[in-house]
């Protein structure tokens, strides 16, 4: 089994087909093919169903996927420790992260690394959910996750804290804020909430608030990413709780923010798997102020 035919393999299921994958390797699909047909006869089984238009994962082909990233990912961790006992830092740092923590801390931190790693490629992927965010580093397509909450499930991963992140309400322009810039949690439950769904951790906070006071929480909007929360609260839809870097972006577009009283924070956290870092998440994770692994 070789690095080419595990990277041609991925292609295909992450692109959805021959065709495509073949399009975003830059080689030809007559070659990608007989890779993958050389692959399978070698293990044994197919793993792809092809079908007139698509192809489909086989049984096999399902199981063999999470094997051949962390593969890919321990191949190129053995590649760079040996450019490391070399002097050369290169290569690509894979992180994954919710969007909001792009904004804060990690941006500071990629701009402080790749000013002292100028030949690292980082790739940045920002899915919402935090549960996506962990699976991405447990199956091996992200070396370092970043996420605002923990979980029991996180029991194969290991868990660093590096900080915490203000939540602040962020009313529509033109607000009056209070004289103090404070509000309460019963005065934001008596105004139309902008949130996330059902299962976000800001959402699940100020339900449980609005539950242990006997009120209802009044979402008047539901959105799926936050940065949606911010346009919506700049058009007057209703007020939101945001992490203040997110909030401070409001503000441009003249929001009004007020801190909680009490004050809200989040945790932040880091994900990894246990083991050796490469050479470049190694750096990442000291940049970070995190002891060394």
């Known amino acids: 089994m070789e690095r080419r035919q595990l990277e041609y ?29 050389v692959l399978e006869r070698e293990l044994g089984a197919e793993l792809f169903h092809r079908l007139p238009r698509s192809v489909r994962l086989t049984a096999a082909g399902t199981a063999l996927i999470d094997f051949a990233r962390r593969a890919l990912r321990e191949m190129e961790t053995g590649r760079a420790a040996v450019r490391e006992v070399t002097g050369l ?10 969007p909001t923590l792009a904004l804060d801390p990690l941006a500071e931190v990629i701009g ?3 000013a002292r790693h100028p030949q690292v490629r980082v790739r940045l992927s920002q899915p919402e959910s935090e549960d996506d965010v962990r699976a991405a580093v447990r199956t091996g397509q992200a070396e370092l996750g970043f996420s605002g909450v923990t979980s029991p499930s996180d029991d194969e991963l290991e868990t ?11 009313m529509p322009p033109g607000s009056v804020p209070s004289p103090d810039g404070r509000m309460t949690v019963d005065e934001l439950l008596a105004r139309d909430v902008v949130t996330g769904f ?4 800001v959402r699940d906070l100020l339900r ?17 990413h936050r940065e949606s929360a911010l346009h919506l609260v700049v058009a007057g ?20 923010l007020c801190s909680v009283e009490p004050v809200l924070n989040r945790r932040l956290y880091l994900f990894r798997r246990p083991g050796r870092l490469s050479p470049a998440a190694q750096a990442f994770h000291g940049m970070l102020g995190c002891p060394d692994s």
């Open 237 to 256: 839809a209703g007020c939101a709780v945001l992490p203040r870097p997110l909030a401070r972006l409001a503000e441009l577009e003249g929001a009004v």
């Open 89 to 98: 830092m290169a290569g690509r740092l894979d992180l994954v992260t919710l």
């Open 112 to 114: 402080r690394f790749r």
């Open 208 to 224: 449980a608030e609005a539950e242990r006071r006997g009120v209802e929480l009044n979402v008047v909007v539901e959105v799926g």
């Open 9 to 37: 393999f991925l292609a295909v299921v992450d692109h959805g087909g021959f065709t495509a994958a073949a399009g975003a390797l830059h080689v030809a699909q007559p070659s990608l093919s007989h890779s993958i047909k």
């Open 160 to 170: 660093v804290p590096i900080g915490e992140q203000e939540l602040v309400i962020t």
């Open 198 to 201: 059902e299962g976000t951790l």
